[in-house]
C-alpha cells in the first residue's frame, strides 16, 4: 500500500505496519528543496494519522543519503533566498514536528554523506 499523497522525492509504502520512506533522488544527492520539504511535511501529517503504521523507516537510495540543500537553486534563486529558505524550512520544520510526535517509532537508516537539513531530520529520529 503506498501513501495518500502522490510523491515525486521519495517513495512510501506501507506493509505489514512498516511505512519505508526511501529518497529516490540519488542522481542529485538526494537534496533537501521545497518539493522535498513539501512532500515530507504531507507524508509526515499522513502517516502520523494512520493507524496501520507501527513504525517508520527512513532510507536513501544512491551512495549519499542526502546532500541538504539544493545549491543550484539557492542560485537560481540568489535574489529571493532569504524568503526562499524560510518557506522550504517552514515545510520541513512542520515534517519534523509531526515525526517527533507521532506515536509510531521512527528509524533513519543513514549511509554516506548527510548534510544540511538532512541532518536534523536524522537527528529528530528515534533511532539513526
Known sequence: MHLVIPTTS?????????????????????????????????????????QDVRAVLISARGKLFSVGGDIAAFERQAEGLSALVKHWTADLHAAIVRMRRMRAPVVVAVHGHVAGGSVSLMAAADLS
Open 10 to 50: 521519495f517513495t512510501c509504502d506501507i506493509e505489514d505496519g512498516l511505512a519505508h520512506m526511501i529518497f529516490n533522488q540519488a542522481d542529485r544527492g538526494n537534496p533537501v528543496d521545497g518539493e522535498f520539504c513539501r512532500e515530507l511535511s504531507l507524508a509526515m501529517a499522513e502517516l502520523s494519522e494512520r
